[in-house]
């Protein structure tokens, strides 16, 4: 059966590809973690400065690693000793030449939805990294943009709620309530449709289950 899924997400991320290259975006594929991280560390240039947001797929890839035995500017917020610090960092992330994050849900025609709290992430992959890449896990892929909304609102949010100190009704009960707590993850909604900047976003769909 985990064989037959396989062969179907080769089929399906052919068709996300295709839908990310009309929508100015570039698309791989890679079969596993190893080929991800190999496809990643190819498109990252020797020398860049790179930053990222909090993301259990690049997590699993093993890129974080990757950058530090190699020759890169690193921003990396988790080092920071204060909120100051960390400011600092997340906006120099903004201006860096790669940014590397996730997306909380993909469509077969090749739009991203995410759902961001402190809008760090979401406002990298809007502007002002020259390079934004995603590693994506087929796991994330849906039909419809509405599909995705409820992917990113259901799943993805209210299982990273749980990562988090947080006190919202998701954390206690593992279902959105379209809550307004102080402590909410959920504070900006963003549709990419299109790149403005041709080939700016590059997504690698990896062939197995990541993130959420």
Do not use: H
């Amino acid at each position: 059966m985990e064989q037959n899924k396989k062969i179907r997400n080769r089929m399906l991320a052919e068709k996300i590809i295709k839908g990310l290259e009309s929508r100015n975006m570039e698309g791989f594929f890679a079969e596993s973690k190893e080929e991800a991280l190999e496809i990643a560390m190819k498109l990252i240039p020797e020398g860049s400065s790179i930053g990222w947001g909090g993301s259990v797929s690049v997590d699993a890839v093993g890129i974080k690693d990757a950058l530090g035995a190699g020759n890169y500017q690193v921003y990396d917020r988790n080092l920071c000793k204060t909120e100051e610090e960390k400011r600092e960092t997340e906006l120099a992330v903004l201006g860096s030449d790669v940014m590397l994050c996730s997306t909380n849900a993909i469509t077969e025609d090749g739009i991203l939805v995410n759902i961001d709290g402190r809008g760090n992430r979401a406002a990298g992959i809007i502007y002002g990294p020259r390079t934004v890449i995603m590693v994506v896990g087929m796991n994330k892929a849906v039909k419809t943009l509405e599909d995705a909304w409820s992917r990113a609102r259901n799943e993805a949010a209210t299982a990273n709620a749980q990562r988090f100190p947080i006190q919202t009704p998701c954390k206690k009960t593992g279902s959105c309530a379209d809550c307004k707590s102080p402590d909410t993850i959920c504070c900006q909604f963003v549709v990419t449709r299109y790149s403005k900047v041709p080939k700016r976003i590059k997504v690698i769909l990896v062939n197995e289950e990541l993130g959420y």
